[in-house]
């Protein structure tokens, strides 16, 4: 499909995921870069048509946010996300990247409308940035004294 899929890190999985693209006959589609510096990460960015995220839905998922999401966004990168509490507080509902979490028909699904549309990868960037200019210290301190309150009332 003259796709290049590009994983960085040295994380528990890059080993694993290097022996699946060698089974399945795709090592040559996909580079593992490993470890690389932060500049080079924000131009592979930059340079991508698009980015993935590929979470699983845990327990630990279902309370977090990972912080490639702001750097995407900061970079007016269109993305592919599941469908999990913390994306969807900061993302809202109706989003074009988003998939059913642990789906992968409907990642698929998703990633191939993506790729092959590329206004609504412009669209959906230009969203995204959007988006992270409604993210702010003091809205967020808000929230979260709000929490505070909520739990010594009921203590």
Do not use: W
Not at 25 to 33: P, Q
Not at 39 to 53: D, N, P, T, V
Not at 101 to 127: C, F, P, T, W
Not at 144 to 149: N, T
Request: aromatic letters at 8%; proline letters at 4%.
């Amino acid at each position: 499909t003259g796709v290049k899929l590009v994983i960085a890190g040295d994380g528990p999985y890059k080993r694993k995921l290097e022996e699946y693209a060698n089974v399945k006959g795709v090592k040559k589609a996909v580079d593992f870069l490993g470890h690389i510096s932060r500049e080079e990460l924000y131009r592979r960015i930059s340079g991508a048509k698009l980015c993935i995220m590929p979470f699983k839905k845990t327990r630990h998922m279902d309370t977090v946010l990972p912080n490639k999401l702001f750097e995407y966004m900061a970079l007016g990168k269109p993305f592919a996300y599941p469908d999990l509490p913390g994306f969807r507080e900061v993302l809202g509902i109706n989003h074009e990247g988003k998939y059913e979490a642990d789906n992968k028909d409907d990642m698929r699904r998703v990633i191939e409308n993506m790729l092959s549309n590329e206004k609504l990868r412009k669209s959906a960037g230009k969203k995204n940035r959007e988006l992270l200019k409604e993210i702010t210290f003091e809205k967020e301190m808000q929230k979260l004294l709000g929490l505070y309150h909520l739990i010594l009332k009921q203590a």
